[in-house]
């Protein structure tokens, strides 16, 4: 079994919508995950105003996951599928080793 972690980007005005699909997969509801607030900088930075253009970042809300890879690809494809196009951003890290201590 390879475990990964999904870490998805995304805009904080979707931040509910995104954790109740993710809620709704067993496996992620039994593994958990951590959502965090997160400030964007840089060229890729989707900005939702004047003032975020002038403080030069924009906030959006990190979720990560780990699991094995298929079912992070499943739920990938079930969040690409229910929020097309919202400017969700995402990358799947390999997981050497996981464990609690």
């Known amino acids: 079994m390879t475990l ?5 980007l995304i805009p904080a005005a979707l931040e509910e919508e995104v954790v109740d699909r993710m809620l709704d997969h067993d496996s992620v509801a039994r593994a958990g995950f951590i959502t965090r607030d997160v400030r964007f900088h ?4 989707a900005y ?16 990560t996951v780990t699991l094995p ?7 990938l494809a079930s969040v690409s599928e229910a929020l097309p196009g ?3 951003s995402y990358r799947i890290v390999p997981i ?5 201590l």
């Open 4 to 8: 990964a972690a999904l870490v998805l």
């Open 42 to 45: 840089g060229d890729a930075a």
């Open 48 to 63: 939702q105003s004047v003032i975020e253009q002038v403080r030069g970042y924009t906030r959006v809300v990190e979720i």
């Open 69 to 75: 890879e298929p079912d992070l690809r499943r739920l």
């Open 86 to 88: 919202r400017g969700i």
């Open 96 to 100: 050497a080793e996981a464990s609690t």
